[in-house]
């Protein structure tokens, strides 16, 4: 049994988007995902004029192509290596962040008027040896700080209350508060709104080169792209894995780096997994969608490719990460998996976000994080906001766009 | 499970007549080949043996078809090919392939050399009904005959074009169905037609044997073969009971007006064949579009080479003209593939696929002859209406889909926003369809529309079979990735 197809749903239409670019705007935003199309809508519904262009099409990199979940429990996992007392501020800012970030999710289907699919299904984080049980609790420690509700369960009551894991899971935490939501209709919702609030939205439309130019007035940027020249005063780098290439075309250089991440979809079955599960030390998405499907990933590579082509998937990631996902689900040994796909995703090599505007190039913003698909949403808000009105708090110091940036800028770009 | 790997000279993928005879070739010149095909015998859906469980005990009742495959699949023997049955190539990263064999794990091998002859499915024609049980295509009727024995109704209404709405009423009607009505979309022959075949009649006198054989044999069982139709409808409660066929025009668009209804529990669609592009998608493969041909159609030299280095095509998977230009395509194929590895000189190689070439010069001499009779018309993607399924597998109406289409003319995008083609069948029967309406929405011509990202796994795979607990995997995100680069990738 299928959810159906998204019946009633509306696009913004091929003719708007293949429209000519105008010769100006307030706002350029840099593309076309769920940081560039939030974006387009929170400054549009406050009045700004702007303009969003995009080199593909809409959603069809990361926003699109991640597995649409909310992960609240803390990747205490990740660590930076610059020390524990380092790691706890980073992980409990990023906890406290989540939840401001899933609070924005919950109300945005209404914002937008329009279904997101968004579900709060719970979500398990499984162990499956004695020290990944211990880092549960200090997960759960840090969590208990930061405000998430998580709780450690383990022995009959994990059997009874999670059946379907396997005996090797020995210990998991619960969060009741994780879910997930459909990555495939949210960016294009946002940018159907954005237009209706007077955005303009270019699609095939690719930045090759931007000049800075010495005023700070209406034509401080002058951004060529392959459909024309568009002046702007102020510009959104929202290029998400790409966010680097355009920042350097203003002499900027971000801490990024971007990955091909390898996801498996299956066929559907009968409901048998509602929460979201992971795993504390192997790499492991997991969950059955609306469409009763099985999404599987965890962030196993990749190999890249050159533009236009897509990355392509990997032989060697899908048996790993079925490996992984069938020996803490063993049910899932019979289900056959109908496809592959992979996405793009930005990194920050410190785990921080990169949103704000640049001191280095006054006027020039950039929106951009690894867990984009959370976050994206509140940071594109809370920028809007920032751009719209100065009173507003600004972001904390290691969010820079200028944090990699050495020596000083190529003159031209002053 | 750990994954075992093999090194071979050539791998051919399908065992039906193109393949057979491209490993054949190939093992001759003195390469180690390996055939894989997914079904539980060889012959492909040509020559489709009859299924487990049946013994053919008198090999001379069976049906000419039979005998002639039964003789090319013989004809493997002692050349040392390596057959693997039930076995479907999934995946394949540069020259490594992944094989999985049913009930097995999958295992993969390394092939210096591929020759792709994966076949050809039906053409999807999606009308009001198509989804009635009762409605089944030409192929999947053929199946049920040749590996079960066994036809699925009483009364029998065929609705296709081209060879095979010749051929397949009339052997149907030798399996003793009862075939109320053929109907041809495309027109019947002129005087005209019949010289033109007559002049490229040379070397094929066979098929055109075959032809005048079925011809006789629906007038013999009184079946009308009626020109210039094609199916509009099936209806039913809960199966077919009805159908309704309309008289079309030169692009197979229906003429108002021209309605008739028939009484059957079967209707049998047979609109021709496109041609399985999974695999050449999957490497890397260029493709030309040729409607007449199955649409997409790989882009091959004169040694059936593809654009990728080291792929071959041949058969009706690189372009539909049935089995007789299968044999030798698959021979030409397999005597590149023995060339290209130096088993045999160029000048070898040139005089063995001689006669070869030849014999496909003549088939398309016919073919040329035959082209005005069996054009592919647009109008044969044009019959659904509003509450139509087109999407099968994830039951897409095609009104769901025309938000979706007024947006975008990238089929990706149509695919995400209305799921049309993310299904188990990955898109395989819907692709088409929903690529005809993106065309006629956005006024361009069909070959224009991109396909979605070809992706693998290319048959669906168990993930017992698929998983392997050997590998370990990538580290978490720690800091020493992070330290390793800490600059912007290009």
Known sequence: MTAGPLESRHWVPAGHSHAPLPSSTDVLVIGGGIAGTAMAYYLARSGVEVTLVERGELNREASGTNAGSFHLQLAIHQLSGQGAEADRERLLDEARLSLEAYSVWKELGDELDGSLDLHETGGWMVAETPEQVRTLRDKYELERLAGIETEVVTGAELRRRAPYLAETVIGATYCPIEGHANPLVVAPLYALRAVEHGALIRTGTEVRRIDVNGDSGARRFTVHTDAGRIDAHRVVDCAGAWCGEVAAMVGLRLPVRNEGLHVNVTEPRPRLLTPMVQHIGRRLTLKQTDQNTFIIGGGWPTPDAPRPRRYPTSWHSAAGSTAVAVSVLPALADIRVVRTWSGVIVFTNDFSPVVGESALVPGFHACVSSTGFTFSPYFARRLAEQMTSPVVSPFPERYSLDRATTGTLRRENR | ?490
């Open chain 2, 1 to 490: 499970m750990p994954v075992s790997d093999q090194s071979i000279d050539l791998l051919v993928v399908g065992g039906g007549p193109a393949g057979i005879s491209a490993a054949r070739s190939a093992a001759e010149a003195g390469l180690n080949v390996l055939l894989a095909d997914e079904r539980p015998t060889l012959g492909g859906q040509i020559y489709k043996q009859p299924g487990p469980g049946f013994t053919v005990t008198d090999p001379a009742a069976m049906d000419r078809q039979f005998r002639q495959g039964r003789a090319l699949i013989d004809s493997l023997d002692g050349t040392g090919v390596e057959v693997l049955l039930r076995t479907s190539v999934v995946a394949v990263e540069d020259r490594r392939v992944v094989l999985v064999t049913e009930g097995s794990a999958a295992r993969t091998v390394t092939a210096r050399r591929m020759v792709l002859a994966p076949g050809a499915h039906d053409r999807p024609v999606a009308f009001p009904g198509w989804t009635l049980p009762g409605v089944i295509t030409a192929g999947g009727l053929q199946t049920l005959a040749k590996t079960q024995r066994v036809l699925p109704g009483e009364r029998i209404l065929f609705a296709g074009s081209g060879p095979v709405a010749l051929a397949f009423p009339a052997q149907l009607a030798h399996y003793g169905a009862h075939i109320v009505t053929a109907l041809e979309a495309g027109p019947a022959p002129r005087a005209g037609d019949l010289m033109r075949l007559a002049r490229a009649a040379r070397g094929n006198g066979a098929l055109l044997r075959d032809a005048a054989r079925y011809r006789g044999m629906l007038l013999r069982h009184r079946i009308p073969l009626r020109y210039r139709r094609i199916v509009v409808r099936a209806e039913g409660d809960g199966r077919v009971e009805r159908v309704v066929h309309a008289a079309v025009d030169p692009d197979w668009r229906v003429l108002p007006g021209t309605e008739e209804t028939v009484r059957a529990d079967v209707l049998c669609v047979g609109y021709g064949f496109v041609a399985s592009l999974e695999l050449m998608r999957l490497v890397g493969c260029e493709f030309d579009h040729r409607e007449d041909l199955g649409g997409h159609v790989v882009h091959r030299d004169e040694w059936l080479r593809t654009t990728v280095d080291g792929v071959y095509a041949a058969g009706d998977g690189a372009g539909v003209e049935g089995s007789f230009v299968a044999i030798d395509e698959g021979r030409v194929a397999g005597l590149a593939a023995a060339m290209d590895a130096g088993a045999l000189s160029a000048a070898d190689a040139a005089a063995a696929a001689a006669p070869a070439r030849r014999r496909l010069d003549r088939r398309r001499a016919l073919s040329a002859a035959t082209a005005r009779l069996y054009r592919v018309g647009p109008g044969v993607y044009e019959l659904s209406d509003d509450d139509t399924v087109i999407c099968r597998c994830e039951a897409v109406r095609r009104r769901d889909l025309a938000p979706a289409i007024a947006s975008t003319d990238d089929i990706n995008l149509v695919k995400g926003y209305t799921r049309a083609g993310m299904g188990p069948c990955q898109g395989r029967i819907c692709q088409r369809q929903v690529a005809g309406l993106i065309a006629r929405h956005h006024g361009r011509p069909i070959e224009e529309v991109a396909l979605a990202t070809p992706r693998m796994p290319v048959r669906p795979v168990p993930i017992g079979a698929l998983a392997d607990h050997t590998i370990q995997g990538p580290t978490l995100f720690l800091a020493e990735d992070a330290a390793a680069d800490d600059g912007t990738k290009p």
